[in-house]
């Protein structure tokens, strides 16, 4: 169960809203596209998002691995549906967190099923907490999507104490390369406009200066789907639509979609189902002093 921090939330003063109780990169994401998606799908996320389930239950489980659990109070990035609270909850009651999100519909969600944690909206990129204020900073399947990992890598830093904590999980660049591959084939070797997601050495390089890397590794999750559509239902269902700014026009019609449809399942496809590969990349560092 989430515990209410007797320590009051340092809220710096942002553009934000703030709802407290108490080939292409992700250089060109529309946040605002990425808001709406997950805001709308916060009712079923739960219900489809069996990948991100297991992805908690492994960075939960690092951290308990660790030689100093967290402790104090602390910070999570895009607490969608409350499923890394829950379970950090119930495997850390001692510590305090405070919980966010880019998306209103997930912060308000989280508000219903903690309404004795503090919670806040708020963007990776730009969190609105005055400096040296958590112990330890939690996320998963959130910072793939954040336009600027330098950026967001120094707002960790700058927010955390002397000594502070970090655990993520987010998805990298080999994640959907079944899709990628076969929609790319589907336009003649074209640019595809699917998401890209960030590679472990832009983590690397993105967290140099900043923080101290203790472990960095990734793990592959692999979904069965009956077919190409489905897997497709599935995305929407957790609103992991396409958000680039790049998008062009018309290319989702029917014939490059279908196209995209044989491609992959002559490609990939394996006794009547399809796989959809999730790289996963872990991080657990800590910020000097």
């Known amino acids: 169960m989430l515990r209410s921090s007797a320590v009051p939330i340092f809220v710096r003063s942002s553009g934000g809203s703030f709802c407290m109780n108490g080939d292409i990169d992700t250089e060109h994401l529309d946040r605002r596209m990425v808001r709406q998606h997950f805001s709308s799908h916060a009712a079923e996320y739960d219900r489809y998002a069996r990948v991100q389930k297991t992805v908690v239950n492994r960075l939960v489980e690092l951290m308990a691995q660790q030689s100093q659990p967290p402790s104090g109070l602390g910070l999570e990035v895009g607490c969608g549906t409350g499923m890394l609270s829950r379970a950090f909850g119930q495997t850390f009651p001692q510590a305090h967190l405070v919980l966010s999100d880019v998306a209103h519909g997930m912060s308000l969600h989280c508000q219903k099923l903690f309404p004795q944690a503090m919670i806040c909206d708020a963007d990776a990129g730009a969190l609105p907490f005055v400096d040296d204020c958590f112990d330890f900073l939690i996320s998963t399947s959130v910072y793939q999507w954040v336009e600027d990992l330098n950026g967001a890598f120094a707002e960790i830093e700058r927010v955390l104490r002397p000594g502070g904590q970090v655990a993520l999980a987010l998805f990298g660049d080999r994640t959907l390369f079944e899709l990628r ?46 077919d190409v559509p489905t897997l497709l239902r599935n995305l929407k269902k957790i609103g992991a639509q396409n958000a680039s700014a790049h998008r062009p026009p018309g290319l989702a019609s029917r014939r490059v979609m279908q196209r995209m449809y044989r491609c992959y399942e002559q490609e990939y496809g394996q006794d009547g189902q399809i796989p959809a590969t999730y790289q996963v990349i872990y991080l657990l560092a800590r910020k000097p002093g």
């Open 181 to 226: 591959n076969s929609h790319r084939q589907a336009l003649d070797r074209g640019l595809s406009h699917g998401q890209s997601f960030p590679a472990q050495d832009d983590l690397r390089c993105g967290i140099a200066g900043t923080l101290t890397i203790e472990q960095l590794f990734s793990e592959n999750e692999t979904e069965w789907h009956p």
